[in-house]
């Protein structure tokens, strides 16, 4: 795993949790080899980008449908 040297600001968080989630959080952390709060650190940075790329999918889908047709009508001019 490649080591990250910039420092972050943590905050500290207390919150209610499921035991079961919990649980599952520590076996992730345990199968990585970090430590549980990485683990959190590491999911929630996960959820949120996959969160902001199902947000931006309808611009990404937009601009491969736009290379596409510009791609088309170029290979047509070619011809």
């Known amino acids: 795993m490649a080591t990250y040297n910039k420092k972050i600001e943590l905050k500290r968080v207390n919150v209610n949790l499921p035991a079961n989630l919990v649980q599952r959080v520590e076996d992730y952390a345990l199968s990585l080899g970090v430590n549980t ?22 611009v990404l889908l937009d601009l491969i449908s736009e290379y596409k047709t510009s791609t088309l009508e170029n290979e047509k001019e070619r011809k």
């Not at 709060?37 to 980008?49: F, K, P, R, S």
């Open 37 to 58: 709060t990485n683990a959190y650190i590491i999911l929630l940075n996960q959820a949120l980008d996959y969160k902001d790329t199902l947000n931006n999918l309808p």
